[in-house]
Nanobody, 118 residues
């Protein structure tokens, strides 16, 4: 069982930057593909970015070129660097750990709020 704790959310002006962190415990971090999802009020939870243990990354089109996902396996931590934040980026951002063992197993953090406002 993996426990995920996010940090780094907050209020930022349009065009600003934030870095989210997610630290995992209770599992083998390198066995998981790590990801960030976001959910705005009244909306579904959408994939933002993922990173595998081999450092292969995927980004949603809406964040390509602005967000960067990375992981530090020595610290059991995944990061999301968010630059050039836009008014459409505010949401609760959730950290996800996914592993495939005959079926997909997902673990979620509690979420961290990102607000973009002038």
């Amino acid at each position: 069982q993996v426990q995920l704790v996010e940090s780094g959310g907050g209020l930022v002006q349009p065009g600003g930057s934030l870095r989210l962190s997610c630290t995992a415990s209770g599992g083998h971090f390198t066995a998981y593909t790590m990801g960030w999802y976001r959910q705005a009020p009244g909306q579904q939870r959408d994939l933002v970015a993922t990173i595998t243990n081999s450092i292969s990354t995927y980004y949603a089109d809406s964040v390509k070129g602005r967000f960067t996902i990375s992981r530090d396996n020595a610290k059991n931590t995944v990061y999301l660097q968010m630059n050039s934040l836009k008014p459409e980026d505010p949401a609760v951002y959730y950290c996800n750990a996914a592993r495939w063992v005959s079926a997909r197993f997902d673990y979620w953090g509690q979420g961290t709020q990102v607000t973009v406002s002038s």
